[in-house]
């Protein structure tokens, strides 16, 4: 089976998190403990329904106020997929959580009140989702047993986001759902109050959705992690390099370049769970052996000469700010990029981005927490990379504070 990362993200009270416990609850995929102990803090809160959102919201805060404030990570599976759940926040103050959560996912839940339509919180999710190249978007539409099941609501407000959907680039699958997160109408079986719906459930559209063609699997990047060298009579040769591969496809065989060396040698043999594999592609995690002997470690790449990635010292990138303690220009910080580490230094902010009406903001010289928008960046040493929209994995990075070793923010090349 393969699986499927996505994302909640919404307004506060548009129901995420009794989203999730709903699809957790009636795909069968909790335990009779854990119902128990959500109906007994149910009780004790006065609810009048089981609490389905107690299921994700486990700090005391989000329970106390009813509200997500961390990312909250669930698994599930069904006999067709494999699912891992980041439910975000949807407070603006807690913008980073939503980047955090949202930058490994495939798909994106964006949850719209149906009493209150499109408003500039959907828009600020939309927005994040797109920056971040979550391709897929489910629009659900909830509360709709709070409107009647009224079809024109649903198709006033469908129209209205992808009105708004149609200024961002790389949201390419729109799919509008109609749900009642509470009641279950249409998360995992279909709604007999909306028989004018005639799409699939959301769990069925989780299950079936392709994103395969999302990985980039030409431009073949191997970042090595690690350098596999056992000191054992049983391997007393061996030597091989293990990472993730990051695009593209490797096979023994193939001619592959070392960066930064600029060496070339050819694929001996890839290994995965102790056995011998014919390829590799992206997000495999693999040790890859080589005919010749080349010094390589940690931070290098090993690529194909026919498609390299750029290399340079000075990049353009889209950042979040994560940190408390504003970003000014000149600030050093330590990139870490794929596998690599280097030191860094913000040269320039070209500009703020409004994630509610998407202007440009270009009369700025630093950045506060939350905020997005351009930066210049130059390393003390070359990175390999490509542009974000092209690779995830090879287009994204993370600047690190050296003092406090706090992570401040997160990158995507331009």
Same mark, same amino acid.
């Given at each position: ?44 809160k ?7 959102a107690?299921?994700?919201d ?24 494999k ?40 828009k ?15 629009v659900?539409?909830?509360?709709m047993?709070?409107?009647d ?53 959301l ?5 079936n ?45 193939d ?19 102790? #056995?011998? =594999?014919?390829?590799?592609?992206a997000? @495999?995690?693999?040790?890859? $052996? /080589?005919?010749? !002997?080349i *010094? ?46 280097? #030191?860094? =230094? ?5 500009? @703020?981005?409004?994630?509610? $009406? /998407?202007?440009? !903001?270009? *009369? ?14 130059r ?33 995507? =090349?331009?």
């Open positions: 089976m393969d699986l499927l990362r996505f994302t909640t993200a919404g307004s506060v009270d548009d129901g995420k998190s009794t989203l999730i416990g709903r699809l957790l609850y009636d795909s069968k995929s909790i335990f009779e403990d854990q119902l128990e102990a959500i109906e007994e803090s149910s009780r004790k006065g609810d009048e329904n089981v609490n389905l107690l299921l994700t486990g700090l005391k805060a989000e329970r106390e106020q009813g509200i997500t404030i961390d990312v909250a990570y669930r698994y599930f599976a069904t006999p067709k997929r699912f891992i759940i980041a439910d975000t926040p949807g407070h603006i103050q807690y913008t980073r959580n939503m980047v955090t959560g949202a930058s490994t996912a495939n798909l994106a839940i964006i949850l719209i009140d149906a009493r209150k339509g499109v408003i500039e919180q959907t600020r999710h939309s927005f994040i989702a797109n920056l971040l190249r979550i391709q897929h978007v489910v659900a539409v909830n509360k047993d709070l409107v099941y009224d079809q024109d609501v649903y198709d006033k407000i469908v129209a209205d986001y992808k009105a708004f959907a149609s200024r961002l680039d790389n949201i390419v699958d729109i799919t509008p759902i109609p749900i009642s997160a509470l009641n279950g109408d249409n998360v995992v079986d279909k709604s007999k109050s909306m028989t004018w719906f005639e799409g699939a459930s769990l069925y559209h989780l299950e959705v392709y994103v395969g063609g999302d990985e980039n699997h030409i431009q073949a990047r191997f970042p090595v992690q690690w350098v596999i060298r056992p000191q054992s009579d049983k391997f007393h040769d061996f030597r091989g390099f293990a990472g993730r591969v990051a695009g593209g496809v490797f096979k023994p065989g001619e592959v370049t070392v960066m930064p060396s600029g060496f070339s040698t050819k694929v001996k043999n890839i290994h995965q769970d102790e #056995k011998e =594999i014919q390829e590799a592609f997000p @495999k995690s693999v040790t890859i $052996t /080589l005919e010749d !002997e *010094d390589i470690s940690r931070g290098d790449m090993l690529v194909k000469a026919n498609n390299p990635p750029k290399q340079g010292q000075d990049i353009e990138a889209m950042i979040c700010w994560f940190s408390n303690t504003n970003l000014n220009p000149r600030g050093k910080f330590v990139i870490r990029h794929t596998t690599k580490e280097t #030191k860094a =230094i913000v040269q320039g902010i070209s500009y @703020k981005v409004d994630i509610n $009406t /998407l202007r440009k !903001e270009e *009369d700025t010289t630093s950045f506060s927490l939350n905020e997005i928008g351009r930066v210049s960046i390393t003390a040493a070359p990175l390999f990379y490509d542009s974000y929209n092209k690779n995830r994995q090879t287009g994204s990075f993370i600047l690190i504070d050296p003092g406090t070793n706090e992570t401040v923010a997160a990158g995507m =090349i331009l």
